[in-house]
Nanobody
Framework: QVQLVESGGGSVQPGGSLRLSCAAS????????MGWFRQRPGKGREGLAM???????VYADSAKGRFIISRDNAKNTLLLQMNRLKPEDTGVYYC??????????????????WGQGTQVTVAS
């Protein structure tokens, strides 16, 4: 069992940056692939980026060039650095762990464990 807790969300102006963190606990965390997803108002959950235990990463087109996924195994933390934020990035951001498949973009149905989400609002 893995528990995930996101933090770092908030309000930011367009063009700004935020760094999201996902604290993980439980057995096997460091062996799992992990990902970041978001759910924008009125839309389904969409994959942004994922990372495996070797450090390989993939990004959805919406995240490529602006978002960076990384993990700190010593701190059991998954990170998402988000730069040049846009109003359309507004939504609830989730981290997830243990993927059954490696697909681009990441698919929520492939992940087993989820955090509760953190709100990101991009507005002037």
């Amino acid at each position: 069992q893995v528990q995930l807790v996101e933090s770092g969300g908030g309000s930011v102006q367009p063009g700004g940056s935020l760094r999201l963190s996902c604290a993980a606990s439980g057995y096997g965390y460091s062996e799992y692939c992990m990902g970041w997803f978001r759910q924008r108002p009125g839309k389904g959950r969409e994959g942004l980026a994922m990372l495996d235990n070797n450090g390989d990463t993939v990004y959805a087109d919406s995240a490529k060039g602006r978002f960076i996924i990384s993990r700190d195994n010593a701190k059991n933390t998954l990170l998402l650095q988000m730069n040049r934020l846009k109003p359309e990035d507004t939504g609830v951001y989730y981290c997830a762990a243990q993927c059954a498949r490696w697909r681009i973009p990441p698919r929520p149905e492939d992940f087993t464990y989820w955090g509760q989400g953190t709100q990101v609002t991009v507005a002037s």
